[in-house]
């Protein structure tokens, strides 16, 4: 799954966040960065591992220690976005 710069990394996080919301969560289009991911979406901690794995596959970066660190502070759709970024960063500064 690489990622398309194209579509943009706050548009590939509302994807994959809404493919993980709760059954019968708010899922707006395009999702407001200051929705709560575990009570407006209903993103639970496991959900939301699969949603760092997609991206880290997505940027061919694989940190899961570093990444463990990053789980607690995620709690709006917009710190998903600046963690995307940042693996953004980190895979253009890789190559």
């Keep these: 799954m690489g990622f398309d710069h194209k579509q943009g990394i706050a548009q590939l996080v509302s994807d ?3 493919e993980y919301a ?16 575990r009570e407006e979406l209903g993103i639970d901690s496991l959900s939301l591992v699969s949603v760092m794995v997609r991206l880290g596959e997505a940027f061919g970066v694989y940190d899961l220690e570093a990444w463990g660190a990053e789980l607690g502070k995620l709690r709006t759709v917009g710190d998903v ?13 890789s190559t």
Excluded: M
């Excluded at 059954?23 to 991911?37: I, T, Y």
């Excluded at 976005?81 to 500064?93: E, M």
């Design 16 to 18: 994959l966040l809404v």
């Design 81 to 93: 976005i600046d963690f995307g970024r940042a693996l953004g960063r980190t895979a253009l500064s």
């Design 22 to 37: 709760a059954e019968g969560a708010r899922r707006p289009r395009p999702l407001d960065p200051e929705l709560s991911l």
